[in-house]
């Protein structure tokens, strides 16, 4: 059943037998719900003398409710008992209260009303601030938001290519425009549909996306609102010119050809054939280029590619007297009144005889090859270098065959199982053949010739190689690197077992060379020191190295190192009350384990102190 106000009382059950009677009871009692308002309006709503206004905030409750509202001198409003709330308009309240509706509202009745919903369960309340004031034709302005790269100039929007932004116009008026558009120019109409409007504080808003400017998008674009008063549209443009800009910048525009070979600023022709070298300027507004040059052997043209492209190239005949040729490009455009300049560096033009390749030759770049250029271990990669020497430069091509096979003809390398490389200078051409694994993955027999052949359009020249896959040399290799890795580690062994007995000496205290045994000799370097003489003074202070602080006050005797050292010392670099004077009777405090700066240090005898 739905539980209602009419539900709430007291309920029993009861229960009958023969011989007895038992009745329970429960009584129902309906709590009210916390009151909600289900819709969002705007916080203001301007409006013109004599609209009417509708203030509802969609109430949502269940159960009883308490409602009034606030405002300035409302309730002389409500109750229409103050002749001078006469002039703010009809003011009623429908829907049991929840919508506050003022009809002919007039300017005075301006001012902030606010609903307030209260029950047992809680309290909400909400507002809404109602600004009356005279109509205003609608107007349109503009703006630029999240921009990047980009200048405005009233109306002019000057963007670089490739920024991202958005066109924002903005409708205004009283009453509020209703509607805003933005027309753009053709070729860009795949872009309006990002058009985002807001009707927000009295304005109405539209947003157009624009990512990644191109020269696509440069135009006019037109913003357009507006508004009604007393029946009649008022409507309000603007144009929006939108300019994409780039600094001009300018690059080699020179190409390789069958005869020409251009790396870097560098122009190679072949002798008796025609060359072009060019140059090219980009930017917007499309820039203008100019050209400086050393001589005058060719033909200087300039070609318009687009709306950004501007190249000049000069073309030299195949009977050109040049041997050489300089040339510098430069271009400049102008980006609002500002002139921008850009060059590029100087590029030189030369003209080399025509030779198809020669001094072809193939290369074992593998590890056998220092012994012998022939030999390839299985368990390496086959790895053989092509060059050749023509102008302009070679194209390579590789073939194989196996010399022990009955079909004696060289075959074409498969792409799956070798790889190559190509590389190219000035008159040499370079190719790198290897194979993808090693040579035992692929090459089944003994002995295989390898043929290169380098080709241009004045002729082609082949060479090969005989190559012999070999086990033996794999384990040469191995030998070879087994055995160096043997040395070494024999001889850390050895460098180990000399610093563990060196600890062994010093940790037993040892304190004469004679207990150094068989290895005296290169701790002491085979020599005895020779005695000095120690001249003891009032000045000069003899001390000792401790291994620790304690020793017999009555004995006069320490822990010492192994290698003592005697040790003399200037009296200002020693501080007197923190030493043991050996050469007196008497001692002072002791050895604070404090550094101190050697003058001199004269080896003794380890027994003496």
Known sequence: AVVSTQSTG???????????????????TLSDTIPKFNRTIENSQYNIPGATVVIDFGLEVKGQIDISWNGQGLDKFLLNTDNSMANRGNL?????????????????ASGVFQCIVYNEAGMISAYKTVIIRES???????????TTDKTEKGNDIHSVRGANFTMQCTGSGNPTPSDITIDVPDSTSAIASSLIKVNKEGKYIGNLLIDKVTEQYAGVYKCCTHNFIKGLKKSACVNISLAVEEVVSVTQ????????????????????????ASCKATGLPRPTISIKRNNDCGAVSTITKSNDIEIIQVDYAKDTGCTTDSFQCCGNNTIQDELYQRCYDWITVSFVDQEKPNDVKIENAGNLASDDSSLVSL?????????????PESEFSWEYRNSASTANAFQRLESVNFQTSVTKS????????????????????????FQC?????????????????????????????????????FIGALVAVFVMYIFFIISSGKKK?????????????????????VEYADEIYNASLYTDKSYSAAVKKVDLYPDIKHMTFDDDEFDRSNTIVFNGSTSHSEFDDRMFTLNTAVFKDPDIV
């Open 10 to 28: 007291e309920y029993k059950c009861a229960a009958l037998t023969a011989t007895s009677k038992s009745v329970e009871s429960i009584r129902l």
């Open 92 to 108: 009623k309240l429908d829907n049991e209260n929840n919508v506050l509706t003022i009809e002919n509202i007039q300017k005075n």
């Open 136 to 146: 205003q034709p609608a107007q349109v302005a503009h703006t630029t938001a999240s």
């Open 253 to 276: 525009h020179s190409e390789d050809t069958d005869y020409t070979l251009v790396i870097g600023n560098q122009v190679y022709g072949t002798k008796g054939y025609p060359l072009a």
């Open 379 to 391: 368990m390496e990669t086959l790895m053989l270098n092509c060059s050749a020497k023509s102008f």
């Open 426 to 449: 000035k008159g040499f051409t370079y190719s790198m053949l290897s194979t993808i694994g090693t040579a035992g993955d692929l090459l089944t027999g003994t002995n295989y010739e």
């Open 453 to 489: 052949t380098a080709k241009n359009i004045f002729g082609q020249t082949s060479v090969i190689k005989s190559i012999q896959i070999t086990s033996s040399a794999a384990n040469q290799v191995s030998a070879s690197v087994y055995l160096g890795v043997g040395i070494v580690l």
């Open 513 to 533: 060379r004679s207990d150094l045994g068989f290895m005296r000799c290169l701790v002491c370097k085979c020599c005895e020191p020779k005695q000095q003489p």
